[in-house]
């Protein structure tokens, strides 16, 4: 299978189930239902979600869309949970973000108020999604993920220390503290539900744990490099932004080429974690998605 | 056992619990753990865990503080969720609430960015303590129980008409709904949750659910007539707020007698359900201690 094609079925597969499992625009009270549908449908790329289908077929040991309706409601908990998150993340008051993929955020379309509660709700559905999983003892460790990573040693913690170290002069201990529990969590939970719903023997976790987080952090390293040296198009926004606000990057603090070599080195780990496993060609795919997009 | 003295051994175990469940204030990134503290430690009479315990202790037949160990996760859950919701309605952009309690709210101490994401950890931490109970099909029932209560069906639901209803018409069906959600959602869950960790039967969860319907509103109804003839001791906090934020009330809307007596004939229904329980004596407080707020 080509995988363009695997990314393609995958996508639509869970954007069916997305429009499922969310409440019906109509709904009342509806502005709220829209505000949460808004955002869902705003044109995400549902990495999270594809990695975490990639990592199950890699653990059943081929790729079958027809095994992966049982693990629908525990993906659309990954996008419900990432979408809050940006939400939220996007607020006046936090990164203040007029505009997301291209169109306007979620609080400029619907209002601060209901985008807070929008935000609110999909982390709220997230989870009762997953009690909806038949088996209980993975319904429980799905729980368990998805809030240690959603919870102050995870995104939300990243996110806090994001905002504090805006307009400061930060280390780079710290700018890898917020890329790990920003994007690095998610990730990582991404992978860690595959292996729960697969009951994955603990080592197969630990590694696929750490490849998610070598990747997350290698994604961010590449994206503060093209901040600087990139163009919109290679970007999906204006370069410049995180200087422009303040932020702090991986370019920044220890340079150009030495951000380039750090994100090669992570790269090339993650491929190490998983070289040697079956089937682990989509996995591959996503090291090399990052791998290109370094200039 | 005197009711004065039931309130405070169990107010006094809650805030044990909730200091232990809580991650340290010097914990990073402590900024987030101290605001979390803050609007925790604020002066919550703890209404809804004791609720909570007195159910519990009225379904196992006698008073024993010593059972409630085991519950405190629980306990926990009900009251974070109940401070989210406070902290995230405060907000400039929801109810604009400069204080809580007397003390300035949690975005005007710690700023509206560290606000909004301290209320999203607490909801949070709330599902995480809940899978920590032993029982697996219990943890998952409460899990339901209290998404369930703060889903768009519930208190985010009531929020969102809440504000949508700010400055506008609109009828006693419509006020009847954002009190029954806004405050009778988590109260309902407070309840069920007794009955889920206590393996009730299921007609006896639905009547003390209906009991927490009865209670919320009853007591929704009276905040709204105590806005209208109360003083600030009665009511703890300044009359007239509601009319002043233009929102709607039962007295204005049904007029003092008529809202008094809805008043009177919920708490006279709320008592009849339950009044063939045995031990029922905490239960029977809580509606008195409602009757006794009526002008």
Known sequence: MLVQEYFKTRKNLLEKALDIYLPPAKQYPSQLHEAMRYSIFSGGKRLRPILFFATYEMLIG?????????????????????????????????????????????????????????????????????????????????????????????????????????????????????????????????????CAAFDAEENITITLSNFALNLGLAY??????????????????????????????????IGLEKAKKTAEKLLRDSYNLIKNMKNNDILIEFVNMIKERLP
């Open 62 to 194: 081929r790729k079958n869309i027809n095994r992966l309706d049982r693990l629908l409601p525990i993906a659309c908990a990954i996008e419900f949970v990432h979408t809050a998150s940006l939400i939220h993340d996007d607020l006046p008051s936090i990164d203040d973000a007029p505009e997301r993929r291209g169109n306007p955020s979620c609080h400029v379309k619907f209002g601060e108020a209901t985008a807070i509660l929008a935000g609110d709700a999909l982390i709220t559905k997230a989870i009762e999604l997953l009690t909806e999983i038949k088996t209980r003892h993975i319904a429980l460790n799905c729980i368990r993920i998805i809030t240690r990573a959603m919870s102050t040693r995870g995104m939300i913690g990243g996110q806090t220390v994001d905002i504090l170290s805006t307009k400061k002069k930060i280390n780079i201990n710290t700018l890898r503290y917020i890329h790990l529990k920003k994007t690095g969590a998610l990730l990582q939970a991404s992978m860690e539900l595959a």
């Open 220 to 253: 961010q390293i590449v994206d503060d490099i093209l901040d600087e040296v990139g163009n919109f198009d290679i970007l999906g926004k204006e370069p410049g932004e995180d200087s422009r606000n303040n932020k702090a990057t991986y370019s920044n603090l």
